[in-house]
C-alpha cells in the first residue's frame, strides 16, 4: 500500500524531475518512485569494470632544460616579459 509522506526538494532537483516526468510522458510522482528505485537497486547484468592500468614511462628531458633553474626555464618558454 502506497505510503504518503512530505519530501523537501532543492530547486534544481524539482525542475530537473519536472522534466523527466514531461519527457517520459508519466506523473511527477511516478517518475520520483522510478529514480528513487533506480538509485535503490544496483543495475543488474552490469558488466564488470577492468582495471584500469597505467604504465609509467619515462619521457625524458629535452636538451638544454634544466628544472633545478624554473625561473630560466619560465623565461625560455614565456620569455622574460613574463615578469
Known sequence: ?????TLTLDDDIAAKLDQEA??????FRATVN???RRGLHPVQGAAPRKK???RARDLGLRPGIDLDHVQDLLDRIDGPARR
Open 34 to 36: 522510478r529514480l528513487i
Open 22 to 27: 514531461k519527457r517520459a510522458g508519466e506523473t
Open 52 to 54: 584500469l592500468r597505467i
Open 1 to 5: 500500500m502506497p505510503r504518503r509522506t
